[in-house]
């Protein structure tokens, strides 16, 4: 408590309120911008920071990196053009509500479950993180490969489409991800002799192809005959009484997910929101509602998302072990201000740890003023004609992929992508269990051989303790429950129209 | 059999990767895995489900080709790609933006070249200037 009333004596000083309002208005104003993350983000801005004060600085870029997590919501759901692979969730439910006139709905109740998951996610890591950080610890390769198995066949029951059909995505998202050098052994595969393929296909041009290019063709025709009016007034955006009760719950659970997830390296915001929106659709008395703009649907990984965004932050700081790409950045402009994060800097720098701790519920609340009355702004672009619309996103889309290696190679992987994923989504296909794939793939593969290695290739280590074996088993219950759905559901149709045709 | 398009296109691709991964790439031992395979394991799922939907898939609805559109797309992403490291990004995006336009059946191409020349200074704007890639305005090949 001392600890956190130090963070907060820290977090409030003018300075790194400015620098907390700074960073989560260019960090939202470059999420929202498809093609460039928060990791473009902080690694544009890491030089700004080298005059400044540590914490002021690190307050900056945090500020930036969840900033850039709520922007990302924006295209997703305005646009159908996730910031992050975690936000391709939110596109599920967010822009079909968009589609339907109630696109300032779902930005406030995205931004207000981003809200209340930030501030959970906030309060978690300032209470457990030395319980958070045992827990992180005890998942060793086997337990990963599990929890992400159970990931993809979570995946599977994403959105309206056939959970086959989720599934042969998910699996080709996994593949795509197998392109360039293996590095275990560094041999080429399907790289077909390009070395513009060596590094492997960048998650952008999967991105874009998959989701702003299909989306703008499959659009244009739509919205020539029809376009909707949004209204943006302050009723339009509020919730009703149902969908506040609806999103409450939703919201803790997927903070709590998000919380356990976070802090577990290299995808915990993807499974945190993918694991969220699988137990919300189980859990919701109006499962037909999927697909069509659940407000469950967007609340629960919204929260899930920036929950998982701060506890993120918790095996960075206290173990030194970056978990993201971004995480790493944030290291890095940790030691050049010559802090070495591990488990000495909670004791070590009290004043930087505790700071940004309560600097996060300052950042939120930040993210909070600056997003809500913004949400007319956003939908206003959704009343401009969408045939002056699209052009503009295609050069976004284009600039943005170009812009990653300054290479047109990046531009044909989005435009081959796109062209197949126009094809695919055209015969009921989703794109984003292909992505989720596609980001979950290296660390599946990673996990698993060194599963192999260490098992001795006994492939009973994957059940060696009873972490595996649970999520195993939720595997299996899942799958079977996704398998039988549809013959249970002929099943009971028929006998109800016996029974129908025998009562006639 | 011509409405399980979908699911044949990824059973012959199911079935290339795959065959590609076992005949180019080491399988390794039981303690060391090689780099074939959990590249076959993938094909071999995909392949599977995929042949399964051959068989026993329902017939896929499938939405219209809007060829205009999706010509108008391409067109000026590859107009993009074509030009974008020979003229600038100025240029390039004018004229992809153009092409993309004409995906779409209704007029007003005077005040769309004013509007895309104005969002073509505005993209090199954010992308030069603001966020510091190397992108040149104008290039003279």
């Given amino acids: 408590m001392e600890d956190l009333l130090l963070g907060l004596h820290t977090a409030i000083q003018p300075i790194n309120i400015l620098a907390v309002f700074a960073g989560v208005f260019v960090g939202t104003g470059i999420g929202v911008i498809p093609g460039i993350g928060p990791l473009a983000a902080i690694a544009l801005l890491m030089p700004v920071t080298f005059s400044m004060d540590p914490t002021t600085g690190i307050v900056l870029l945090a500020g930036v990196y969840y900033g850039a997590e709520y922007g990302g919501s924006k295209s997703s759901i305005l646009l159908n053009l996730p910031g992050t692979p975690a936000a391709a969730i939110t596109c599920l439910e967010g822009y079909p509500m968009a589609q339907s006139g109630r696109a300032s709905r779902a930005l406030f109740l995205s931004t207000f479950a981003s809200f209340i998951g930030g501030l959970i996610g906030m309060l978690v890591v300032a209470v457990m993180t030395p319980a958070i950080v045992s827990v992180a610890q005890a998942f060793g390769p086997a337990e990963y490969f599990a929890l992400i198995i159970l990931c993809f066949v979570a995946v599977s029951t994403i959105g309206g489409a056939d959970p086959r059909k989720n599934f042969v995505m998910v699996s080709l998202g996994a593949l795509l991800a197998t392109v360039g050098l293996d590095i275990y052994d560094g041999v080429e595969r399907y790289t077909f002799g390009t070395s513009h393929l060596l590094d492997g296909i960048h998650l952008v041009p999967v991105a874009m192809g998959l989701f702003g290019f299909s989306e703008i063709i499959l659009s244009i025709r739509r919205n020539e005959h029809e376009q909707i009016r949004h209204r943006v007034d302050f009723k339009s955006m509020m919730p009703t009484l149902l969908e506040w009760k609806r999103s409450f719950w939703p919201m803790i659970r997927g903070a709590a997910s998000g919380c356990f997830f976070g802090p577990l390296p290299g995808t915990g915001p993807s499974m945190a929101t993918i694991l969220s929106y699988a137990v919300e659709k189980k859990l919701c008395k109006y499962p037909g509602e999927f697909g069509n703009g659940a407000v469950e649907g967007i609340t629960g990984p919204e929260s899930s998302n920036n929950a998982a965004a701060q506890s993120a932050f918790v095996p960075t700081l206290s173990l030194g072990i970056p978990g993201t790409p971004t995480m790493a950045v944030m290291i890095g402009a940790l030691m050049i201000h010559g802090i070495v994060p591990g488990p000495l800097l909670m004791s070590s720098e009290p004043v930087l740890f505790w700071g940004l701790v309560a600097s996060f519920g300052i950042g939120n609340l930040a993210a909070m003023i600056i997003n809500v009355p913004l949400i007319g702004l956003w939908v206003s672009f959704l009343n401009v004609s969408y045939r002056l619309l699209y052009p503009a996103v295609i050069i976004l889309i284009c600039v943005g992929c170009y812009s990653l290696q300054n290479n047109v190679s990046d531009v044909v992987v989005m435009l081959v992508i796109g062209i197949v994923s126009y094809g695919l989504r055209s015969r009921g296909f989703e794109p984003a269990p292909l992505l989720i794939g596609f980001v979950l793939s290296p660390m599946l593969e990673e996990n698993f051989r060194r599963a192999m290695i260490m098992g001795q290739g006994d492939m009973t280590f994957f059940f060696g303790n009873a972490i595996c074996i649970v999520t195993h088993v939720l595997t299996v219950v899942l799958l079977v429950s996704m398998l039988l759905r549809r013959p249970i559901a002929r099943f009971v149709s028929a006998r109800l129209m016996n029974r129908g045709n025998t009562k006639s | ?141």
């Fill in chain 2, 1 to 141: 059999m011509i409405y399980r398009l979908s699911w044949i296109f990824l059973m012959v691709l199911g079935a290339s990767t795959g065959y590609i991964a076992y005949t180019t790439l080491s399988m390794g031992t039981a303690i060391n895995i090689g780099s074939a395979v959990y590249p076959l394991i993938l094909s071999g799922v995909i392949f599977v489900i995929s042949l399964y939907g051959v068989i026993f898939g329902d017939q896929e609805s499938s939405k219209e080709l809007d060829l205009r559109g999706f010509s108008g797309v391409v067109a000026s992403v590859v107009a993009f790609i074509l030009t974008i490291e020979h003229i600038g990004i100025v240029p390039s995006v004018i004229l992809s933006m153009v092409i993309a336009y004409a995906g779409q059946s209704k007029g007003g191409y005077v005040f769309f070249l004013v509007y895309a020349s104005l969002f073509a200074v505005g993209t090199w704007l954010l992308f030069n200037l603001a966020l510091g890639l190397p992108l040149p305005a104008i290039k003279i090949p």
